[in-house]
């Protein structure tokens, strides 16, 4: 991990708030964030890059392709670093817990309901809302 290369291959500029938020993103066990996690981090290390920061630093990686933003119908976008290959998200109702799964058969329906109906599929996402099975 370079975060230095990544931040300047994105075309942006290395700073101080963009490598510790780019930190923050790639090594945290908690891969989807928000900005407020994130601020909350940044402040349990005295780290003294504000809010609006965070904000503006995030929304830049997301179009500079670092990372991407989700609205899991949470009220609060949450943020994970592209990833090297394509996922889906389970969302549980209670927790609020972000599973992340694949499934090549799920993947394989999908295109055969795009060619089906004459296209093809250049981009999706699927978030599935679950909650605990109560025994």
Known sequence: MN?????????????HARKTILKILE????????ADDINRILIKKNDEVGVATVYRVLNQFVDAGICIKHNFESGQAVFEIMPDHHHDHMVCMETGKVIEFEDDIIEERQHQLAKKNGYKIVDHSMVLFVEPIKK
């Open 3 to 15: 975060t230095n290369k990544e931040i300047k291959s994105a075309g942006l500029k290395v700073t």
């Open 27 to 34: 090594t945290n066990k908690k891969t989807h964030l928000s």
